[in-house]
Nanobody, 115 residues
């Protein structure tokens, strides 16, 4: 299984960006998918997750600004990021966890928000 993230870039504060993660390879039992981020000098942190049934969960810092969604037919999970702030600057990683708790990570896509 491979996860390919894309869509990062440079955006001004207040702007928006959508990052995508496409899954390839065969996998039987997908549990949660989600996005994490890691800013320079900081630990990787949860941004948002979406379960197999579509339930979502967000970090408090992004609630009301970010929206996670998925398209099962396209094997893609999205993160729509609105009202971006400089503190959202980070490398964003997509993540997949199976029902038997195996974890897969994408390579990351860099998001830079200028003030």
């Amino acid at each position: 299984v491979q996860l390919q993230a894309s869509g990062g870039g440079l955006v001004q504060a207040g702007g928006c960006l959508r990052v995508s993660c496409v899954r390839s390879g065969s996998i039987f039992a997908i549990g949660d998918m989600g996005w994490y981020r890691q800013a320079p000098g900081k630990q990787r942190e949860l941004v948002a997750t979406i379960t197999s049934t579509g339930n979502t969960n967000y970090a408090d810092s992004v609630k009301g600004r970010f929206t996670i969604s998925k398209d099962n037919n396209k094997k893609t999970v999205y993160l729509q990021m609105n009202s971006l702030k400089p503190e959202d600057t980070a490398v964003y990683y997509c993540h997949l966890r199976t029902f038997d708790l195996r974890n897969y990570w994408g390579q990351g896509t860099e998001v830079t928000v200028s003030s």
